[in-house]
């Protein structure tokens, strides 16, 4: 199948301006400005097919936010090219705005805050477009799904975070757009509007078809949602595959969690380095092509009454990435 | 004693803090400089063209603008809006007057305006070709002095209606449109028709912009200059009563309803 | 065509969430007329010592007094409310809600709100410009009235292009606001141009086409349009229109967002 979204060596790089504490450094600052160059993307490459949920992970300042960005035509990036849908999102033509939507967590509205939802909707069909009979019928499934009903009437700027994200995920889907750019969604919101945000977009990529790119720091969006994860660091693409194949190549280890049987103090050490302990239950972190050998000293030796092997929980993972650069 | 130096001295710091907190604004402060010179450049270009050949009425404008830059106030942006955002109750708690803060943050505005706006006066002065005459100029320094002193207060109890109403910029703004008319801005005193004259002369606003240009432009006589200093002396006393009394009912106010 | 009906959907929602807060109307109201009886009395104070000023009778002054007011309040109800938050919008990265719709940028940009209320100024300058006529006892013409017209859009393009371009050096340097000298400098508007020396004349009617705004449709309506000065207003109009979308489209070029 042809890809929907095509990122090829795409670089952005940028100047900031420095300037050290202290009086004599601001004056000189009026007559000479030292820059640093930042770069926010370095070669990165990648493709999206029709459909597809894709989440993009990394530390703060990695490029996830900037990638979305030039993807979704805000940014010019210094090197590199993009498609999406057949368009260069840079250049901003309408038929490719049209079909885009980008959701900002931490800004779920833009726009005037005095207005009151409804005639945000109603200006959002103005500037989309959106025919008569087609905002009716998306602003009705939109009030059902999301209980848009009591917040119709106020004015945006009166609502609380959750109610905000809301109302933005109706404006955004208003046009039924077909690619999805989420930029940290569940910041902020409390458990039931996240389980919420997580249903609904998983319902809609679905029902539309939406290629989706979602970037967030919480490990649970990405593990229910995506099937497939790309780990950005230091503007440079570090993984692009599944999640098992994520855990597999970022740690080399597995976890072993094993149970004895009461009144056994066995030195744990001797089998693998010690994650947890509580009584009689202990996980062990053994490198992975130690653990049939392990296990099986393990079984020959102690009392067990319970075993398991397991991936070691992704965040864990990703915390030794974002912490070391490499587990 | 005591106190007063120490009012003094914590005065000083204030000066110095905002002094330097504007360094870092200082392209701000050029557009502030322009905005404020620009009336009195305008009363330069225009009375020049309506009174040709008056190098009295040049020398006048030009003394108006340094005496403009130096007479700035913004109280409406250092006290009402702090009033708004809620930052009064932190002044509030401390053991200073409260009215330290903005008189310390409108003195360093003041000196910076004259900084920053020097070199336009001078510019001004050549090429209106004008000079001034030594003595005029020392003679006008104390009426420079309260002033400055005077427009402090009047901005200052203007801007206390931020107590009592969201509209403290507008109310600012119609006295600054006062002061710009009846104040020596629009026309100098000495041209006012002579109906209005002596409610011009009488009235503060002579005392806090015109009165010193006047001054320094030697377009007054000595009477005129004894009953002008009068004037500010009497107007500084009332304006002071005026803002006492008004602050503590705008307090009391403020305290009861939280703000 | 789909801009015209979103400026209207614009006008129509900034007039009702001024018209809720009725304090502020009462307000501007009052500084309107304030403002303008201010500007009257000092014509009528110049006028005691002289005739005229820079070849304009007190009539005449009057009525240009009236079509600065007009423009001001043109000025203020649809791209002043615009080009204050401008720098701070590119500081703080707001741009990028209005880069990801599909309607131009630039348009959502400088005329994105209104202050529909600021409107009555252009009521009064109408009102000062009938009062000037009265005084100048005559009546303009139908050529006279359509070259001020004419001359009036094209002096609004020009102010609203340079506007737009000093915004849009936010682009390049985010840290000036070089808008706040154009309310200085659009002041010297009120009176006629020719009243102002050479070097400053100069500029005023070449570089920052101050004169266009207020002295040229008031000559054209007084003494009726010269034809020349119609084209040069209607090309100088459209050029600089074309240089405004050539310099924003470079500036979104170079915009870098703010890091999240």
């Given at each position: 199948?042809?890809?929907?979204?095509?990122?090829?060596?795409?670089?952005?790089?940028?100047?900031?301006?420095?300037?050290?504490?202290?009086?004599?450094?601001?004056?000189?600052?009026?007559?000479?400005?030292?820059?640093?160059?930042?770069?926010?993307?370095?070669?990165?490459?990648?493709?999206?097919?029709?459909?597809?949920?894709?989440?993009?992970?990394?530390?703060?300042?990695?490029?996830?936010?900037?990638?979305?960005?030039?993807?979704?035509?805000?940014?010019?990036?210094?090197?590199?090219?993009?498609?999406?849908?057949?368009?260069?999102?840079?250049?901003?033509?309408?038929?490719?705005?049209?079909?885009?939507?980008?959701?900002?967590?931490?800004?779920?509205?833009?726009?005037?805050?005095?207005?009151?939802?409804?005639?945000?909707?109603?200006?959002?069909?103005?500037?989309?477009?959106?025919?008569?009979?087609?905002?009716?019928?998306?602003?009705?499934?939109?009030?059902?799904?999301?209980?848009?009903?009591?917040?119709?009437?106020?004015?945006?700027?009166?609502?609380?975070?959750?109610?905000?994200?809301?109302?933005?995920?109706?404006?955004?889907?208003?046009?039924?757009?077909?690619?999805?750019?989420?930029?940290?969604?569940?910041?902020?919101?409390?458990?039931?509007?996240?389980?919420?945000?997580?249903?609904?977009?998983?319902?809609?990529?679905?029902?539309?078809?939406?290629?989706?790119?979602?970037?967030?720091?919480?490990?649970?969006?990405?593990?229910?949602?995506?099937?497939?994860?790309?780990?950005?660091?230091?503007?440079?693409?570090?993984?692009?595959?599944?999640?098992?194949?994520?855990?597999?190549?970022?740690?080399?280890?597995?976890?072993?969690?094993?149970?004895?049987?009461?009144?056994?103090?066995?030195?744990?050490?001797?089998?693998?380095?010690?994650?947890?302990?509580?009584?009689?239950?202990?996980?062990?972190?053994?490198?992975?092509?130690?653990?049939?050998?392990?296990?099986?000293?393990?079984?020959?030796?102690?009392?067990?009454?319970?075993?398991?092997?397991?991936?070691?929980?992704?965040?864990?993972v990703i915390d030794q990435v974002y912490r070391k650069g490499g587990a | 004693m005591r106190d007063v130096i120490q009012l003094l001295h914590v005065l000083g710091i204030g000066i110095w803090r905002t002094f330097l907190e504007w360094l870092a604004w200082r392209a701000f402060l050029f557009t502030m400089v322009i905005n404020q010179a620009v009336t009195p450049l305008m009363g330069l270009a225009v009375w020049s063209v309506a009174l040709p050949g008056s190098t009295r009425i040049s020398t006048y404008y030009v003394a108006l603008l340094a005496v403009q830059l130096m007479t700035v106030s913004y109280e409406h942006h250092t006290f009402s809006n702090g009033i708004y955002a809620g930052a009064l109750n932190h002044d509030l708690l401390r053991p200073q007057p409260v009215v330290m803060g903005p008189l310390g943050a409108n003195i360093a505005l003041r000196i910076w305006h004259l900084l920053v706006g020097l070199p336009l006066i001078i510019i001004a002065a050549i090429v209106s070709g004008v000079s001034f005459d030594l003595r005029a100029i020392l003679l006008a320094i104390p009426s420079l002095v309260l002033a400055a002193v005077l427009r402090f207060l009047f901005t200052y109890l203007l801007a206390l209606s931020a107590f009592w109403t969201e509209q403290a910029h507008g109310v600012?703004?119609?006295?600054?449109?006062?002061?710009?008319?009846?104040?020596?801005?629009?026309?100098?005193?000495?041209?006012?028709?002579?109906?209005?004259?002596?409610?011009?002369?009488?009235?503060?606003?002579?005392?806090?912009?015109?009165?010193?240009?006047?001054?320094?432009?030697?377009?007054?006589?000595?009477?005129?200059?004894?009953?002008?200093?009068?004037?500010?002396?009497?107007?500084?006393?009332?304006?002071?009563?005026?803002?006492?009394?008004?602050?503590?009912?705008?307090?009391?106010?403020?305290?009861?309803?939280?703000? | 065509?789909?801009?015209?009906?979103?400026?209207?959907?614009?006008?129509?929602?900034?007039?009702?969430?001024?018209?809720?807060?009725?304090?502020?109307?009462?307000?501007?109201?009052?500084?309107?007329?304030?403002?303008?009886?201010?500007?009257?009395?000092?014509?009528?104070?110049?006028?005691?010592?002289?005739?005229?000023?820079?070849?304009?009778?007190?009539?005449?002054?009057?009525?240009?007094?009236?079509?600065?007011?007009?423009?001001?309040?043109?000025?203020?109800?649809?791209?002043?409310?615009?080009?204050?938050?401008?720098?701070?919008?590119?500081?703080?990265?707001?741009?990028?809600?209005?880069?990801?719709?599909?309607?131009?940028?630039?348009?959502?940009?400088?005329?994105?709100?209104?202050?529909?209320?600021?409107?009555?100024?252009?009521?009064?300058?109408?009102?000062?410009?009938?009062?000037?006529?009265?005084?100048?006892?005559?009546?303009?013409?139908?050529?006279?009235?359509?070259?001020?017209?004419?001359?009036?859009?094209?002096?609004?393009?020009?102010?609203?292009?340079?506007?737009?371009?000093?915004?849009?050096?936010?682009?390049?340097?985010?840290?000036?606001?070089?808008?706040?000298?154009?309310?200085?400098?659009?002041?010297?508007?009120?009176?006629?141009?020719?009243?102002?020396?050479?070097?400053?004349?100069?500029?005023?009617?070449?570089?920052?086409?101050?004169?266009?705004?207020?002295?040229?449709?008031?000559?054209?309506?007084?003494?009726?349009?010269?034809?020349?000065?119609?084209?040069?207003?209607?090309?100088?109009?459209?050029?600089?229109?074309?240089?405004?979308?050539?310099?924003?489209?470079?500036?979104?070029?170079?915009?870098?967002?703010?890091?999240?």
């Open positions: 199948m042809l890809s929907i979204i095509i990122v090829k060596r795409l670089s952005m790089t940028y100047k900031a301006p420095v300037r050290e504490a202290g009086l004599g450094a601001a004056l000189l600052s009026l007559f000479q400005r030292k820059y640093r160059e930042i770069q926010a993307v370095q070669g990165i490459s990648f493709e999206l097919e029709p459909g597809e949920v894709v989440g993009f992970i990394g530390p703060n300042g990695a490029g996830k936010t900037t990638t979305l960005k030039i993807l979704s035509g805000i940014l010019h990036p210094t090197s590199g090219e993009a498609h999406v849908r057949g368009f260069v999102p840079w250049r901003r033509e309408r038929g490719f705005l049209k079909s885009i939507a980008m959701i900002r967590g931490s800004q779920p509205i833009g726009g005037p805050g005095e207005l009151t939802v409804l005639d945000s909707l109603r200006f959002q069909q103005l500037i989309y477009e959106v025919p008569n009979d087609a905002f009716h019928k998306n602003l009705a499934e939109l009030t059902e799904m999301l209980n848009l009903e009591p917040l119709l009437q106020r004015q945006v700027r009166a609502l609380s975070l959750g109610e905000r994200m809301r109302c933005g995920l109706a404006l955004s889907l208003l046009y039924r757009p077909r690619i999805l750019f989420l930029d940290e969604p569940t910041l902020g919101l409390d458990v039931t509007a996240v389980s919420m945000m997580r249903r609904f977009i998983a319902d809609y990529s679905r029902q539309m078809q939406a290629t989706t790119l979602l970037t967030s720091h919480y490990m649970i969006d990405v593990e229910t949602l995506c099937k497939r994860i790309v780990l950005i660091d230091k503007g440079m693409l570090k993984y692009d595959g599944n999640l098992e194949g994520l855990s597999a190549t970022l740690s080399p280890y597995k976890l072993l969690k094993v149970t004895v049987s009461n009144g056994v103090q066995p030195a744990w050490d001797a089998f693998g380095e010690v994650v947890e302990s509580e009584g009689s239950k202990v996980a062990l972190r053994v490198h992975r092509e130690q653990v049939p050998a392990v296990t099986a000293r393990v079984l020959a030796d102690l009392p067990v009454a319970d075993l398991s092997v397991e991936d070691p929980p992704l965040e864990s | 600012v703004g119609f006295g600054e449109t006062l002061i710009f008319l009846l104040g020596g801005s629009a026309a100098p005193v000495t041209l006012f028709p002579t109906s209005i004259r002596p409610l011009g002369e009488s009235l503060p606003f002579q005392s806090m912009l015109g009165f010193p240009a006047a001054i320094a432009g030697s377009s007054l006589s000595a009477m005129e200059i004894l009953a002008g200093y009068g004037w500010q002396m009497l107007w500084i006393a009332v304006f002071v009563l005026l803002v006492v009394f008004v602050w503590r009912s705008g307090v009391r106010r403020y305290t009861a309803i939280g703000g | 065509m789909k801009l015209f009906r979103l400026f209207g959907a614009i006008f129509s929602l900034s007039l009702r969430r001024e018209l809720a807060f009725r304090a502020h109307l009462v307000f501007q109201g009052l500084m309107t007329i304030v403002g303008v009886i201010s500007g009257l009395a000092v014509l009528g104070i110049i006028y005691t010592q002289t005739h005229t000023l820079g070849g304009w009778s007190l009539g005449e002054a009057i009525t240009l007094l009236g079509t600065f007011q007009v423009v001001s309040g043109i000025l203020s109800t649809f791209i002043e409310p615009n080009v204050m938050w401008f720098s701070d919008q590119v500081k703080d990265g707001k741009l990028d809600h209005v880069l990801i719709q599909p309607v131009p940028s630039i348009f959502l940009v400088s005329l994105g709100t209104c202050a529909p209320l600021a409107l009555s100024q252009v009521v009064v300058g109408v009102v000062v410009m009938v009062l000037g006529l009265r005084e100048l006892g005559t009546l303009p013409t139908l050529w006279g009235v359509s070259g001020w017209l004419l001359l009036l859009v094209a002096g609004i393009a020009i102010t609203w292009a340079s506007r737009v371009l000093l915004a849009s050096l936010a682009f390049w340097a985010p840290y000036i606001t070089p808008d706040v000298l154009y309310g200085a400098l659009w002041q010297f508007g009120r009176y006629p141009v020719s009243t102002y020396r050479q070097p400053i004349r100069f500029v005023l009617t070449y570089v920052l086409p101050v004169a266009f705004i207020a002295t040229f449709p008031a000559r054209a309506l007084i003494h009726g349009a010269d034809p020349l000065l119609l084209v040069i207003g209607l090309a100088v109009g459209l050029i600089a229109i074309a240089i405004v979308l050539l310099v924003w489209n470079a500036g979104l070029r170079c915009y870098t967002s703010a890091t999240s």
